[in-house]
């Protein structure tokens, strides 16, 4: 079985020459970004605010050695009864004009909020973010730099 390997954003590294698979967890995606990814990405989409359609502020990364652990996790995370898959990316199927690729998943969780004067709960939906990478990739790419052009 491999071995997990979880690393803080600043340490993200894609030059994991072991057999580990790596999760990063980075912070929120800024505030600065997310108004700027909604404005130029959303501002057509009606009905709702532009800032509604960003759903990677809160997103994950995983980086794999192999393409039968990438795959077989993306079987797992299908396969999950529990997990509200949104939307889906195959961009080693279909990469950017820059060459970029990866796997996205969008998927929805509820979250359970108390309140601390009421201890009434309220329920909401978020939609989160998952990148799925094989590390060769990925270490190209930031050799490369193509996803500073995707941007």
Known sequence: MEQ???QPPSNEDPNNDND????VIPGL?????TLQKAQDDYSHRIPAPAIAYVHDVVRGCVLFQS?????????IIQDDPSLHIVKGKNRFRNPTL?????????????????DDTT?????????C??????????RL????????HYE
């Open 67 to 75: 393409k039968d652990q990438l795959l077989r996790f993306v079987q």
């Open 4 to 6: 997990v390997r979880q």
């Open 29 to 33: 995606k800024g505030r600065e970004r």
């Open 141 to 148: 790419e930031k050799s490369l730099k193509s996803h500073e």
């Open 98 to 114: 820059t060459g970029y690729r990866d796997f996205n998943i969008q998927f929805q969780v509820t979250v359970e909020m108390e």
């Open 20 to 23: 580990d698979i790596v999760l």
């Open 119 to 127: 201890a009434a709960v309220s329920k909401f939906c978020h939609i």
């Open 129 to 138: 973010e998952l990148q799925i990478h094989h590390q060769d990739i990925k």
